[in-house]
C-alpha cells in the first residue's frame, strides 16, 4: 500500500453583513444603529452568533435628521463554546441608514401678575407635554417689549434657545 500526501485547504467564508436600518427620537446622545444583520449569505456558520456586545461602527448622530449611512467598523464572531471565529470569514461591511427623529415638545407661557411698576417684564414658560433630551437646556424667559403700563397682554410668544432642529414645537 502506497500513500500520498493531499492538501486540505479551508478558505475564508464570504460574509456580507449591514447597519440595522435604526429610526430613534432625538434624545441629545450619541445614537448608534440597533446592531448588525447578515445579508449573504442569510446566515452564519452552525451555532455561530456576532457578539453584540462588541460591535462598533463608523460613525454615530446625535442631532435631528438624517438618514445617515452607517456601517458596521468591527465585530466579533463566536462559536457554541464562546470562541472567537471571525478570522474564518472574509467580512464586507454595507451601510444601514440611521435617522434620529425631532423630539415632541411643548411650552406654554405661565400665566403672571405684577403690579404696575412702569417698568418692562418678564414672563416664564413651562413645558407642558414631553420632555429635553438630555444635557440640553431651553431658555424659557421672555421679555414682553412694551409692556409697561396696566393692562392685559396676550399672544405671548416665547423665546426657544435650544439644541438646533432637536424639537418639534408646539
Given at each position: ?102 423630539r415632541d415638545i ?65
Open positions: 500500500v502506497f500513500y500520498e500526501e493531499g492538501t486540505l485547504t479551508i478558505t475564508a467564508r464570504p460574509l456580507t453583513v449591514k447597519s440595522k436600518n435604526t429610526e430613534v427620537v432625538y434624545t441629545g446622545d450619541k445614537v448608534y444603529p440597533s446592531g448588525v444583520e447578515v445579508v449573504e449569505p442569510t446566515t452564519l456558520a452552525a451555532n455561530q452568533s456576532i457578539d453584540e456586545s462588541s460591535i462598533t461602527f463608523n460613525t454615530y448622530a446625535i442631532r435631528a435628521g438624517g438618514p445617515i449611512n452607517v456601517a458596521p467598523q468591527s465585530f466579533v464572531i463566536r462559536d457554541a463554546a464562546n470562541k472567537d471565529v471571525t478570522a474564518n470569514y472574509s467580512i464586507i461591511c454595507e451601510n444601514g441608514l440611521l435617522t434620529v427623529t425631532k411643548t411650552i406654554a407661557p405661565a400665566d403672571t401678575t405684577v403690579s404696575y411698576d412702569g417698568k418692562s417684564h418678564t414672563i416664564v414658560a413651562n413645558v407642558t407635554s414631553g420632555s429635553l433630551g438630555n444635557n440640553d437646556s431651553i431658555e424659557l424667559v421672555t421679555e414682553i417689549s412694551g409692556a409697561t403700563n396696566a393692562g392685559e397682554y396676550k399672544n405671548i410668544k416665547i423665546n426657544v434657545l435650544d439644541t438646533p432642529g432637536a424639537f418639534d414645537f408646539s
